[in-house]
């Protein structure tokens, strides 16, 4: 397996079908350089390859799950710069995966770390998490999706208050807003994001890469397209062995012994 300098991982849960990835930069509060991006996204990848695993989860410290992308790295870039190597392009890649990725928030997300947390598909926060979009505050705007993840889950005045003042939002606040889906003292947070990621994995692998790709259709197109995806993607589930033994398991009355097929 590969060795990683800034992240930890290791595989969780009771049939150790979980991933649980660790941004381990403290230093700089996990401030998202190059190499931490590229080792996280190298993980995302490595697991999302992994028949073993079901579910993912990204988390940080207690004190802080990322305080944004790294501002002594992006000090002296210039615009010309950016255009040609892209910067913050590399992000992306963790939207890629096709296995669900949960965010478990402690501490600070801030900036790229608040962009991180909602390229997630779930989020659970600890109760100390404060969430924000502090770049205006550093003279630019998010880069990572901010203005764009927030407005889609929680609405336009939301999303200009927190990216037009830069204030930090805590974890009650964001869950009230819908951009987190539940709120967990901060010393049980990974081990109830495990329990969830246990969940989720406990079904059909095929099946929930399905599903996941039909709710994330959701944010890309109109209600009609959506709902015709997901129609198709509904039909295309009759064409799988999973589907089969589900109903079959339940007219049974017996658990579902899925094969991933
Ligand atoms: N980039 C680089 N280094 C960072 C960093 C960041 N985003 N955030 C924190 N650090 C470093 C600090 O420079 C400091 O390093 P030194 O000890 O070498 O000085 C170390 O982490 C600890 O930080 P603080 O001493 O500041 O810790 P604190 O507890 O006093 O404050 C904080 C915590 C409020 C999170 C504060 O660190 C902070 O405001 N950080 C920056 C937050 C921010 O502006 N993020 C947005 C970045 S821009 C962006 O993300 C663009 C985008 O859209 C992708």
């Not at 150790?16 to 996280?40: F, G, H, M, Y």
């Not at 204030?167 to 967990?184: D, P, R, Y």
């Not at 929930?208 to 015709?228: D, H, Y």
């Amino acid at each position: 397996t590969a060795s990683y300098e800034m992240i930890k991982t290791e595989k969780r849960g009771d049939k150790q079908n979980v991933a649980l990835i660790t941004l381990n930069r403290p230093k700089a509060l996990n401030a998202l350089c190059d190499k931490l991006v590229s080792e996280l996204s190298q993980a995302v990848e490595c697991y999302d390859k992994d028949e073993s695993v079901g579910a993912i989860i990204v988390t940080g410290s207690e004190k802080a799950f990322a305080a944004g992308a790294d501002i002594k790295e992006m000090l002296n870039q210039t615009y010309s710069k950016n255009v040609k190597e892209g910067l913050l392009e590399a992000w992306d890649k963790i939207t890629k995966c096709k296995k669900p990725v949960i965010a478990a928030v402690n501490g600070y997300a801030l900036g790229g770390g608040c962009e991180l947390a909602m390229m997630c598909d779930i989020i659970y926060a600890g109760d100390r998490a404060k969430f924000g979009q502090p770049e205006v505050t550093i003279g630019t705007i998010p880069g990572a999706g901010g203005t764009q993840r927030i407005a889609r889950s929680c609405g336009k005045s939301k999303a200009m208050e927190i990216c037009l003042t830069g204030n930090q939002i805590t974890a009650l606040e964001a869950e009230n807003m819908g951009l987190v889906s539940k709120v967990i003292p901060a010393d049980k947070l990974v081990d109830e994001a495990i329990k969830l990621g246990e969940k989720i994995a406990s079904h059909s692998p095929l099946i929930i890469q399905m599903c996941k790709e039909s709710v994330n259709v959701a944010f890309e197109s109109s209600l009609q397209e959506g709902l015709r995806f997901e129609k198709r993607a509904f039909y295309a589930t009759f064409a799988t062995d999973d589907r089969k033994e589900g109903m079959t398991a339940f007219t049974e009355k017996r658990a579902p012994n899925f094969k991933n097929n």
